[in-house]
């Protein structure tokens, strides 16, 4: 298994940006997809974003494809996901999740697929 450590969430105003990361370590994380959920209060976790830690196409939720983008740090074992233009309808608390990849994409998209999580790092978009 690999631990995630999230960092970087806050308050912005409408149409700011924030810079969400992901650390890994334990297991050796090139195995591993890891993606990005949010779960705003009352709502099911959700996806965003997710990818293969060392290379691969990017897969993303219809609402983040034009907003949003994801990057890597391979020696910090890190993966961002840079928000732009954000809205209200963005708040959530965003989580890092990982499972290993095992080449045929199924489930890639649900939360139950996911054997590692984050604790979590709050985004809050004021109006």
């Known amino acids: 298994q690999v631990t995630l450590i999230e960092s970087g969430g806050g308050s912005v105003p409408a149409g700011g940006s924030l810079r969400l990361s ?8 090139s195995y591993y997809y890891i993606a990005w959920f949010r779960q705003a209060p009352g709502k099911e ?3 965003v974003s997710g990818t293969r830690y060392t ?3 990017t897969s993303w939720a219809d609402f983040a494809k ?3 983008a994801l990057s890597r740090d391979y020696v910090e074992k ?3 996901l840079q928000m732009n233009n954000l809205k209200p309808e963005d708040t959530a608390v965003y989580y890092c999740a990982a499972v290993r990849f095992t080449g045929d994409g ?5 939360a139950k697929t996911y054997t590692s999580w984050g604790q ?3 985004v809050t978009v004021s109006s």
Do not use: H, I, K, W
Request: glycine letters at 14%; one cysteine or more; proline letters at 4%.
């Open 22 to 29: 992901c650390t890994a370590s334990g297991d050796t994380v």
């Open 45 to 47: 976790r959700e996806f």
């Open 55 to 57: 290379t691969g196409p």
């Open 66 to 68: 034009d907003r949003f």
């Open 78 to 80: 890190r993966l961002y």
């Open 106 to 110: 199924l489930g890639l998209n649900s």
């Open 120 to 122: 979590g790092t709050q």
